[in-house]
């Protein structure tokens, strides 16, 4: 029998042991089972789109095309878009649980339609879903905690150290064997739901990423015990100074940081933008006609020989005065986004300070569901909504008309090249 | 290979304290101690409380090095590498304190492994047997043992070491006349095997009775030393040893 299996035993007759792993093993298969279930939830709704469009389409053509206006139809019809999870979505679910991943646009002007779905509540995002991501940053390193902030302490307490240390080949041998015995286990139970997950997901190689993750986390957390337990303190006084470290370094410290970053780096809320674009836009029924098309123009230059416009209302001078209002909030756009990229890479630098921060960062960003993520499938709409638009423009300008047929060539949000499949059914 | 001990031509120690001196602070606890036991002896160091018996072990363990003088275990300066000199000593506290979720065998084979040994179940039986632990007991997690039990399990892991010094506290603190019996019995073994053995003790009849020398130690000297081999009078001797212990 090896030392490793003796000291396996050992470990594990100790009272808390066993049932302490069990609990931190059902966390985390918890929190696995949660977000596969989410992820499952989000692809269902995502292929639910699609026949659901499909029918709306069809009742917006029976009466949108009678008259043959492209006006009408690209006011009625709403298209799809949506953002499929990546397969590690599941273990770290980030800003897809308040950012939405299903986005049905008009041809209207854009940014409104982006930024008015940023309103969530606030209470249930604040805790943030529970997910392996929050079992391996919060709940993990109290189970190291409690599983090695005694280590030498209770052998002193309990009266074996001398004994131990006389016997012991090497001192240093048996704590490093026991630490890596107890943060082994800890990174086994934490990584063995997260790989059937995967499994599950589809999530591959990746996964191994993540795995690392854990064990450098656990390892630090482990590194921080025995740094505390050098100073030889009693073994309650080590919980207490090890809950303590705890909670400055999860919770009070990123508080802060947080606070710190928004006061550092602010930004005005996507609501804001909304509001303004709006403003924007029913100004324009109020501006000449001559006047909005002409700043239309200046943008659009390919549709600046179109029929001169008529007394009243025509399409082309709506559609003009849409899209001017998102161009006339283009620079604060511009601005909010730098601003959340600005706090992003603030974040990124505590994060080197700070690895609970760290942690959460890159493991949202291994999963896809980060801020980065978030922007990219915003720039995707924009795309596709820029390809609506100059699909409807030749209809609007050149005042052609617009048939049930044309409603098939119209642009389709389609899934990007990597974006993954739904996971397995039964997961 | 029986050794037999000559106190006037003894082999080279294996234990060896030469000169050696330890403060603490303003006090003094050893003071130019010098002692040596040489292989198959016994040494049973007496002393009142802070004599420095404890603190003697300490140093030949290598859990203090000494201002000056030097300890020396088979030939290994303990200040100098604990762990090279701890692997020639077998050690049995005063309080055996054991893990109390594993049985008397499982804690043998445990703290075994750490010493690098593997002893079958058998060779731990016949330990247990030596050290007298009745074998009813031998499969039972060791937290409803007794002291002297406890005790017993370590003189079994003690008898298990071979190695070439034993050093023992206080050994029959928790141990009933019979099972002090056995033990002095147990002693004669291993000092018959060549083992160097190093006692500290209160019990001065236990001493008289296996010890080949017996030192009184005070202000961290040696202050006398007696043959019980020589015929003493033990009561005699126990008048002086209250007047070392109490100077």
Request: hydrophobic share 50%; proline share 6%; with cysteine.
């Amino acid at each position: 029998m090896s030392l490793w299996s003796h000291e396996l035993r050992l470990f594990l007759r100790q009272p808390l042991a066993a049932p302490l792993l069990a609990l931190l093993l059902l966390l985390a298969s918890a929190s696995v089972w949660a977000g596969l279930a989410e992820i499952t939830r989000q692809h269902a709704a995502i292929d639910r789109i699609l026949p659901q469009q499909a029918a709306d389409e069809a009742a917006v053509a029976a009466w949108a095309t009678r008259e043959g206006d492209a006006g009408n139809v690209a006011y009625y019809t709403h298209y799809a878009t949506w953002d499929r999870p990546s397969p590690l979505a599941f273990a770290a679910l980030g800003q897809r649980d308040v950012a939405p991943f299903v986005l049905r646009i008009r041809a209207l002007a854009l940014e409104g339609q982006i930024n008015e779905s940023e309103a969530y509540n606030a209470e249930l995002a604040l805790p943030g879903r529970f997910d392996w991501a929050f079992v391996l940053t919060y709940l993990a390193p109290l189970f190291i905690i409690v599983l090695l902030h005694d280590l030498v302490s209770s052998e002193r307490e309990g009266g074996r150290l001398l004994l131990l240390t006389v016997m012991a080949r090497s001192e240093t041998a048996l704590w490093v064997r026991r630490v890596v015995l107890r943060v082994g286990l800890v990174i086994l139970t934490l990584v063995l739901p997260l790989a059937v997950g995967g499994l599950l997901s589809g999530a591959g190689q990746p996964i191994l990423g993540m795995a690392g993750l854990a064990a450098a986390y656990a390892v630090f957390w482990a590194l921080v015990c025995v740094a505390v337990g050098r100073f030889r303190l009693a073994s309650v006084t080590s919980a207490a100074t090890l809950a303590a470290v705890w909670l400055i370094m999860t919770l009070v410290l990123p508080g802060l940081a947080l606070l710190a970053i928004n006061a550092a780096v602010p930004v005005r809320q996507g609501v804001e933008l909304t509001l303004a674009q709006r403003e924007a836009v029913h100004a324009g029924w109020d501006k000449p006609k001559e006047a909005t098309l002409a700043a239309f123009f200046r943008e659009e230059p390919a549709w600046r020989d179109t029929a001169p416009m008529r007394s009243g209302f025509h399409w082309k001078w709506y559609y003009a005065f849409q899209h001017l209002g998102d161009l006339s909030v283009a620079e604060q756009v511009r601005a909010y986004r730098a601003g959340l990229e600005r706090r992003n890479a603030l974040s990124g630098r505590i994060g080197l300070l700070l690895p609970p921060v760290g942690l959460q960062m890159v493991l949202h960003r291994l999963a896809e569901t980060d801020l980065v993520a978030q922007l990219t499938y915003q720039d995707r709409i924009r795309r596709y909504h820029r390809e609506l638009r100059h699909f409807f423009y030749p209809f609007l300008f050149r005042e052609q008309p617009f048939g049930p047929a044309d409603f098939a060539r119209a642009p389709r949000w389609r899934d990007s090249a990597d974006t993954p499949r739904p996971p397995r059914p039964g997961a | 290979m029986m050794i037999e001990s000559d106190p006037d031509h003894p082999l080279d120690p294996v234990i060896d304290l030469s000169g050696l001196t330890l403060r603490r602070g303003p006090r003094t606890v050893l003071a130019d101690l010098s002692l040596q036991v040489g292989p198959g002896e016994i040494y049973a160091l007496l002393g009142g409380n802070g004599a420095g018996k404890s603190t003697t072990l300490a140093v030949l363990l290598g859990f203090l090095a000494p201002d000056s003088g030097v300890a020396r275990v088979a030939g290994v300066d303990p200040a100098v590498a604990p762990d090279q000199a701890r692997r020639q000593i077998a050690y049995l506290p005063e309080s055996v304190a054991l893990y109390d979720q594993l049985t008397a065998h499982e804690n043998i084979a445990y703290f075994m492994a750490l010493a690098g040994s593997e002893p079958g179940p058998d060779i731990i039986d016949a330990a247990l047997d030596a050290a007298g632990l009745q074998s009813e007991a031998r499969t039972r997690r060791v937290g409803g043992y007794s002291k002297g039990m406890r005790q017993k399990v370590a003189i079994a892991m003690a008898v298990l070491r071979e190695v070439p010094v034993l050093l023992l506290d206080e050994p029959t603190s928790g141990l009933d006349p019979r099972a002090t019996a056995d033990f002095n019995a147990l002693l004669g073994r291993l000092k018959a095997r060549g083992t160097a053995i190093l006692m500290v003790t209160h019990d001065l009849l236990g001493a008289a009775d296996c010890a080949d020398r017996i030192g009184f130690l005070a202000g961290g000297r040696i202050v006398e030393e007696v043959r019980p081999a020589e015929g003493i009078d033990v009561m005699a001797l126990h008048h002086r040893y209250g007047e070392v212990a109490a100077a």
